[in-house]
C-alpha cells in the first residue's frame, strides 16, 4: 500500500510540474488577449491597461503563478478574459461532458474488442483470425477524423441520427426519459466514432496478451489433463492475460482523452476540446491551461486507476 | 540486419514508390497549379476521359470535352464542339504559382485551352488532384522532418540517459513523465498557443515541425534508454571497456548498432502519427494556412456540411491518406518482423 501512495505522490508532482511547464510556455508567448483587445478601435488604450491591472497580467509571471495556484485550490482555476468569469465554472460542465463521451466509448470499445480478440487468438491462423486482422489494420488506417467525418456524412445521408450537439432545440421535451432519450441519440455519434478509433488497437493487444498464455506450457498441460475448453479458458488463461490489459486500459485513456477533444470539435459536442479551440483562438490564456490541467489530469487519474486494478488482480505485484 | 528481397518485400517496395513519387516530385505529376483558380468552375465534377467520340469513331488516345455550367449553379454537362486529346510531357504556360513562372513540364496534360480535373475542382475552382498531391507534400515532409527532430532528441537524450544513468537518467525520465502526463493534442494544442496565430506560410511550416518534434520526443527516448540500458550490459561491451575503451567508442561502435534496427522501425511508426498530427492541426484550422494544402486543410472543406453531402469527388484526400497510412502500417510490420517488435 505504501508504494500505491507513493504513486499517488509521484502523480501529483507529475502534475504540479506540468503546469509549471505550461504557465511558463504561456508567459513566453508573445501577444496576449490584450494585445488582440488593443487592435479593436472601440476601444481605448486606457480600458486595456486598466483591464490589464485588474486581471494582474502587468505582474512577472511568478507572482501571477502564486496568484494561479491560490485560485486552483479554490477550484476557480484563474479568470477567463473572454467570457469574464472564473474559469471553474466554464470548466465542471464541460468536463462532465467529455468525461460521459469518454466513459461510454471506452465501455462500448472493450465490449466489442475483448470478444473480437479473444476469438481472434482462439482462431489462430485461420481465416477468421486473417479477416479480422485486415480489418483492424484497416480500420487503424482511418485516421479519426476521417472517421467523423465519414459519420457524419452516414447521419447526414440517412437522417436518422442527430449529427452535431448534444440536445435538440425543441422545447417540447418535459419528462426525464425524453430528455435521455434525445441526449442518447446525440451520443450515438460521437460515441462510436471513438469506440471505432479505440478497437483496432484494443484488439491487437487483447489478441497479443492471448496468444502468449495460450502458447504456454501449462495450458498445454491442462489440455492435456483433459481440462475442458471453457474451463481453461476461464480459468487458466483470463486471468493471467487480463494483466497487460489493465496496463493498456490506463494508456488507452490517453489516446482516447486526445481523441475525443477532436471528435467533440467535429461532432460539436460541447465538452472541453470545442472549449479549447475557442479559447486557443481567443488567446485566453487561462483557459487553455486549466484545459491542458484537467485533461492530464483525468490521464494521470487513468493510469493510477489501472494501476490500482494490477494491484489488485497480480499478487506478485503486491508482494513486492 | 538484413531484409529479405523477396516477393512480398518488392511489393511493399512498388507500393512505397508508388505512393511516394508522385508526391515528392508534385510538380512534375500535377497537371494544374495548386493555386489556379478558374471561378468559372466551382465545385465541378472530375473531368471524364473519352475513347469514343459524338460520331462513333475510337481514339486511341483518349480526349476530354470542356465542362459548362448547365443553368443552375454547380450543375455542369459537357460541350461536345471540341475534343482536346491527352498528351503526355507537355510544358505548361508557367502561369501557376508552383514555380516562379518558368515553364514547367508536367506528366500529362490536355491540348490548350483544354482543362483535366481528375478529381474535379474545389469552391474556388482549384484542380483537388494537383492540390491533393502538392499537399501530400507538404504533409509529408512535415511528417519526415518532425519524425527526424523528434528521434534525434530521443536518441540524444535517451542514450545518454541510459547510458550515463544516475541523476541524468532521472531527470531526463521525470521529464519524459511529464510529457506523457499530457495527452498529445493537448500538449499540441498548448505549445501552438504559445506562438503567434498568424504567421507568413513558410514559418507557420518550419514551427509546425518544431512543435511536433518537440512534444513527440519522449515515447522514443524511452524506448531506446531501455534498450541501451540492456545492451550497455552485453558482455562484449564490457569487455570493451575493461580494454580502456572511451565512452565515445563504446557508444559509437558498440551501443549505437544495437539500436539501429529498432529506431528504423520506429521511423516508420512515427513518420504516420506525426503526419496525422500535421492533419489533425491543419484540420482544426491551427496549422498550414490557405492557398497552401496539405492533407489536413483539404479535409477541413469536409467539414462544411454542402461538401459533405455533395460534392463526393472531395473525398478523394481523404482516401489518399489512408492508402498512404496503409502503405507505411505495412512497412512498420514487414520490419517488426524483419528486425525488431517495436510497440510505443
Redesign the interface.
Known sequence: MLRFGRRIL??LL??V??SL??FL??A????NYFDEMRLNPQISSKTVETLKVKYGMDRPWPVRYVKWMHSVVRGEFGYSFAYNCPVGSLLWARARNTLLLAGLATLLAWMVALPWGVLEALHKGEWLDRAGTLLT??L???????LG?FL??AA??TGLLSAGGMTSTNAGMVTTFEQTRDLAIHLILPVVGLALGLIPILVRHVRSAMVQVLEASYIQAARSFGVGKFRILYRHVFPVAVNPLLSLLGLSL??L???S??ME??MSWPGLGPL??EA??A?D?YV?MA??ML??AF??AGNLIADGLLYWSDPRIRAV | MRIAWNTKNRALAFVLLAVHLPVVFAGFFSPNGYATQNRNLPFAPPTKLHFVDEAGHFHFRPFVYESTEAGSASNYQESRVARFPVRFFVKSAGEDSSNSGSPQLHFFGVEQPGLIYLMGTDGFGRDVFSRMLFGGRISLTAGILATGLALSLAIVLGVISGFYGHWVDTMVM?GV??F????????L?????????HIRTTETFLLFVGIIGIVGWARPARLIRGLVLTAKERNFVLASRAFGASDFHILRRHILPQVTGTLLTLVALLIPQFL?AE??LS????GVGEPLPSL?NL?AE??K?SV??SYWWMYCP?IA??VL??AY?WTAKTLQDEITEVTL
Open positions: 509521484h502523480a507529475v502534475l510540474a506540468v511547464l505550461s510556455l504561456l513566453i508567448a508573445p501577444g489494420a484497416l487503424l488506417a482511418i485516421p479519426d477524423v476521417l467525418l457524419l456524412l447526414a445521408r490517453g489516446t482523452l486526445s481523441m477533444l477532436l470539435v467535429i479549447l479551440l486557443l483562438f488567446r490564456l487553455v484545459g491542458v485533461s492530464s490521464l494521470l | 521525470r513523465d511529464i506523457l502526463a499530457l495527452p498529445w493534442l493537448c500538449l494544442f498548448a505549445v501552438r498557443a504559445v506562438l503567434p496565430l496525422l492533419v489533425t484540420f482544426l484550422g491551427l489536413g479535409l469536409l467539414q456540411y459533405l453531402t481523404a491518406l489512408v497510412f496503409l502500417q
